[in-house]
């Protein structure tokens, strides 16, 4: 029972470290979870709110657009997708077949307004991939 315990609170540990290598970006728009090595960069847009989250390996580029503008990430052959749904938003994951070669994004587009969203990077690593697909799932969109 004792070995139980000693096991819980080592996982809860880990658990709890791992996040705290995370870091929470609100650029007021949008939120997104990112680790804490990675760096938020404006960009200048002419009817959108673009920019950059950048690490030592990695560049994610992104498009918050309330009038459509950006991109729906629809050309694309070499991507596994994976596409999901609610009353307010269609959500559209995408990541290369073959690791390193192609697209690795997402695009949110709201089903109530003209507002949607899209953020994506170039052939990216292994672990990259995975801390791009692990952010992604955290973002939360504060527009209409």
């Known amino acids: 029972m004792k070995t139980r315990w000693i096991i819980g609170i080592l996982f809860l540990l880990s658990c709890s470290s791992k996040d705290s290598d995370w870091q929470e970006l609100d650029l007021k728009v949008f939120s997104i979870s990112i680790p804490k ?10 009817d959108s709110f673009v920019g950059e989250i950048s690490g030592p390996k990695i560049t994610l ?4 657009s309330g009038m459509g503008y950006a991109s ?7 991507e596994n997708i994976h596409i999901d ?3 307010n938003f269609v959500t559209k994951i ?5 690791i ?3 697209t690795t994004g997402i695009y949110i587009h ?10 994506n990077g170039k052939n990216l690593s292994e672990k990259d991939q995975e801390l791009a697909l ?6 939360v969109l504060k527009g209409k």
């Not at 995408?94 to 073959?98: A, G, L, S």
Request: proline share 2%; glycine share 6%; net charge positive.
């Open 37 to 46: 090595q990675w760096h938020y960069q404006k960009e200048q847009g002419v």
């Open 110 to 119: 709201s089903r109530k307004s003209s507002l949607n969203f899209q953020m």
């Open 72 to 78: 729906h990430l629809d050309e694309l052959t070499e």
């Open 85 to 87: 749904s609610t009353d």
């Open 61 to 64: 580029f992104f498009d918050y």
């Open 100 to 102: 390193g070669k192609g």
């Open 94 to 98: 995408i990541w290369p077949k073959i």
């Open 134 to 139: 692990r952010a992604f799932k955290s973002i």
